[in-house]
C-alpha cells in the first residue's frame, strides 16, 4: 500500500518526438507498506515521505532535481545477511523465472530470532574495493536541501553465523543538511537512536556522497553495548563465547578523494569469555591470555586503531582492516606478550621485560633488573588476571666459573660477619657490604682457611702471596657441583619472587622447574638468566 498526494504544477510535452516534462511544488509518499509477498511480513514501511519545494526538470539538458527538502518519518526496514552471504536487498527485484525467495525469513522459511542488543555499526563507508560514489556516474543536476529523520527503527539479523546475531536499532532520528551533485561543500549530518531500547548511539560530522568526488567525514559514537549479542561472532572466530561485557566505541572516518583515513576508539568493560567452543572456523589463539594483558585494574580494555588505504585498491576493505589489526594484538600476546604488556601501561615496547639477567655464577638483583622488575610490578598490579611463572635457568658454560668466584664472595662476607660477632648460619652473606679497604684483609683470612696445598717458603711455612694471587688460587681450587648449578637456578628464580613479592600478591608468583642449559635462547640477552612469562 501506498498513498501519493501531490500539491503543485505538471508540464508534460512531447515535440518532435522528444519528451519534455518538469513539476513544481510538493509531494507527499505516505503509508507505505512492502510486504514479503511469501510470508506476508513487513520488509519497508514509512508513515510519511515528504518531498516540499520539488522542481523537477527533463528533456531540457541534463535531467535536474532539487527539493528543498525532505522529511522521513516512522520508518522500518529488514534487512537480513542470509546464510550464503547475500543481503536480501538483493532479492527485491526478481526474475518471472525464477523460484520465490523471502525477503524477511530464513531461507528453509523458519522465523528470525527475536531481535538482540548489538555493537553500533560505523557510519557506512565503501569497503572491500567498491568505488565511491560520484556524480561521474550520475548524469542529472541533483540537489537536495536537507533531510528530517524520525521514529525509524532498522531491524538487522545476521544468518551468515551459527548461532544467528541480530541487532535493533530504534527511534532513530536527525538531520543531514543541504548537498548535491553541483556542489562540494559538504553537509552537516546529526543522527542518533539506541541500540535496543537501551544503549545510544550518535553520528555526526559532514558528508556529501553526490560531489564530484565522494567526501564523508563522520564520528560515531555509542555507548555501553551490551556484548553478549555479540557472543556468536566471537565464537565463531576465536572459539570463546562472550558471557560478560559491554562496548564504547568512538570511530571517526574522513574520505577525502578516495583515501580513507579512521581512527577507532573501543573501550571493552569487563569483557569476559566462556569456556571454549570447538568449532570449524575458530583459530586457536590465546584470546584469554590476550585479554587478561589489555585488561586493566578497573577490567576495562581501551584500544585505538588507526585505519588507512584507497577506495580505488580492490584489495582494500575496512573491516579486514580492523579484523587484522585485532587479529596482530592476539599474536602479539603469543609472540611478545611482555611487549604487548609494556604498550598496554604506557611504557616502552622495546624494554625486554621477558627474562632477567644475572652475572654469571651469581644470583643477585642488580639495579637494571630492580628497574625492569619495578615495571613488571606495576604492571601486574594494573592487570590483576595475570600471572607471572618464574623459570630460573644456568648456563653451565659460564656459571660453572661465576660459581667459583661467587663462593669466594660469598665466604670474604662471612669472615666480616665473624668480626662483627655475627652468627653466619642465620644470615645471609648478600646484604653484607665490603668495602674496597676491608677486601684484602678478609680475602687473607679466606685463603689461610682454606683447604689446599699452598706454595710455601724455604723453611716450610705458608707463603705470603700477593691479593691477587691468593685470589687466583682460591678460585683454581674451589670444587663447583651440579648440585650448585641447580641450586644457583632455583636461587635466581626466588630472588625475584622475593623482591616482587614486596608489592604483588606472592600467590600470582609462581616459580617453574629450573632449567640448568642455554637452550632455545635465541634473542640477544645474556644466558646466565631467569626466564618470564605470563599466564
Given at each position: 500500500s501506498a498513498a501519493l498526494t501531490m500539491n503543485g504544477a505538471a508540464e508534460v510535452e512531447s515535440r518532435n518526438d522528444k519528451l519534455r516534462a518538469s513539476y513544481r511544488g510538493n509531494a507527499t509518499l505516505g503509508r507505505v507498506s512492502l510486504l514479503d509477498k511469501l510470508t506476508g511480513d513487513s520488509f519497508l514501511k514509512w508513515y510519511t515521505l515528504s518531498a516540499s519545494g520539488i522542481d523537477v526538470r527533463y528533456g531540457q539538458g541534463a535531467p535536474r532535481a532539487h527539493i528543498a527538502s525532505l522529511a522521513l518519518s516512522d520508518f522500518y526496514a529488514r534487512i537480513i545477511l542470509n546464510r550464503d552471504g547475500r543481503l536480501n536487498l538483493s532479492d527485491i527485484t526478481t526474475n518471472p523465472q525464477q523460484a520465490p525467495v523471502s525477503l524477511t525469513r530464513t531461507r528453509s522459511g523458519a522465523p528470525q530470532p527475536a531481535p538482540a542488543p548489538a555493537a553500533a555499526a560505523p557510519a557506512a563507508i565503501p569497503a572491500g574495493g567498491a568505488p565511491a560514489t560520484t556524480s561521474a556516474s550520475i548524469k542529472a543536476n541533483l540537489e537536495i536541501g536537507g533531510v528530517t529523520l524520525q521514529g525509524g527503527r532498522i531491524n538487522y539479523t545476521d544468518n551468515f553465523i551459527k548461532p544467528n546475531y541480530a541487532a535493533d536499532l530504534t527511534e532513530i532520528g536527525g538531520k543531514v543538511g543541504a548537498f548535491g551533485t553541483q556542489t562540494t561543500e559538504p553537509a552537516e549530518v546529526l543522527l542518533e537512536g539506541k541500540i535496543n531500547d537501551t544503549s545510544p548511539i550518535q553520528i555526526s560530522g559532514l558528508v556529501n556522497p553526490l560531489a564530484p568526488v565522494a567526501f564523508v567525514d563522520l564520528k560515531t559514537n555509542a555507548h555501553d553495548v551490551e556484548l553478549t549479542a555479540l557472543s556468536a561472532y566471537s565464537t565463531k572466530y576465536t572459539g570463546y563465547p562472550i558471557t560478560q561485557g559491554t562496548l564504547t566505541v568512538d570511530v571517526h572516518y574522513l574520505l577525502n578523494h578516495g583515501e580513507l583515513k579512521a581512527e577507532n576508539h573501543i573501550v571493552l568493560d569487563q569483557l569476559t569469555f566462556g569456556d571454549r567452543v570447538e568449532n570449524s572456523t575458530a583459530r586457536n589463539l590465546p584470546i584469554r591470555l590476550a585479554v587478561a594483558i589489555l585488561k586493566d585494574a578497573q577490567g576495562k580494555i581501551d584500544l585505538r586503531i588507526p585505519v588507512a588505504g584507497s577506495l580505488s585498491?580492490?584489495?582494500?576493505?575496512?573491516?579486514?582492516?580492523?579484523?587484522?589489526?585485532?587479529?596482530?594484538?592476539?599474536?602479539?600476546?603469543?609472540?611478545?606478550?611482555?611487549?604487548?604488556?609494556?604498550?598496554?601501561?604506557?611504557?616502552?615496547?622495546?624494554?625486554?621485560?621477558?627474562?632477567?639477567?644475572?652475572?654469571?655464577?651469581?644470583?643477585?638483583?642488580?639495579?637494571?633488573?630492580?628497574?625492569?622488575?619495578?615495571?613488571?610490578?606495576?604492571?601486574?598490579?594494573?592487570?590483576?588476571?595475570?600471572?607471572?611463572?618464574?623459570?630460573?635457568?644456568?648456563?653451565?658454560?659460564?656459571?660453572?666459573?661465576?660459581?667459583?668466584?661467587?663462593?669466594?664472595?660469598?665466604?670474604?662476607?662471612?669472615?666480616?660477619?665473624?668480626?662483627?660477632?655475627?652468627?653466619?648460619?642465620?644470615?645471609?652473606?648478600?646484604?653484607?657490604?665490603?668495602?674496597?679497604?676491608?677486601?684484602?684483609?678478609?680475602?687473607?683470612?679466606?685463603?689461610?682457611?682454606?683447604?689446599?696445598?699452598?706454595?710455601?717458603?724455604?723453611?716450610?711455612?705458608?707463603?705470603?702471596?700477593p691479593p691477587d694471587e691468593m685470589k687466583k688460587l682460591i678460585i683454581t681450587n674451589t670444587k663447583v657441583t651440579d648440585s650448585d648449578l641447580r641450586q644457583l637456578a632455583v636461587d635466581r628464580a626466588n630472588a625475584i619472587r622475593k623482591y616482587m613479592s614486596k608489592t604483588i600478591d606472592p600467590g600470582r608468583l609462581v616459580v617453574a622447574q629450573p632449567k640448568f642449559n642455554a637452550d632455545g635462547i635465541n634473542d640477544k640477552g645474556k644466558t646466565t638468566r631467569a626466564d618470564l612469562s605470563l599466564t
Open positions: 585498491d580492490p584489495q582494500f576493505s575496512l573491516g579486514g582492516v580492523i579484523w587484522h589489526a585485532f587479529f596482530n594484538i592476539i599474536m602479539k600476546a603469543i609472540t611478545s606478550p611482555f611487549s604487548l604488556l609494556a604498550s598496554a601501561i604506557g611504557g616502552s615496547a622495546n624494554q625486554q621485560l621477558s627474562y632477567i639477567e644475572f652475572k654469571p655464577g651469581f644470583a643477585e638483583l642488580t639495579a637494571a633488573s630492580q628497574s625492569k622488575l619495578n615495571t613488571l610490578s606495576k604492571a601486574l598490579r594494573e592487570r590483576p588476571g595475570l600471572k607471572l611463572q618464574i623459570t630460573g635457568r644456568v648456563d653451565p658454560r659460564l656459571d660453572h666459573d661465576g660459581l667459583r668466584e661467587a663462593k669466594l664472595e660469598r665466604a670474604i662476607k662471612q669472615q666480616k660477619l665473624k668480626d662483627q660477632g655475627v652468627k653466619t648460619d642465620g644470615t645471609d652473606p648478600d646484604s653484607v657490604v665490603v668495602t674496597p679497604d676491608e677486601y684484602n684483609t678478609y680475602l687473607k683470612r679466606v685463603y689461610k682457611a682454606a683447604d689446599f696445598p699452598k706454595p710455601r717458603d724455604l723453611i716450610g711455612l705458608t707463603k705470603s702471596l
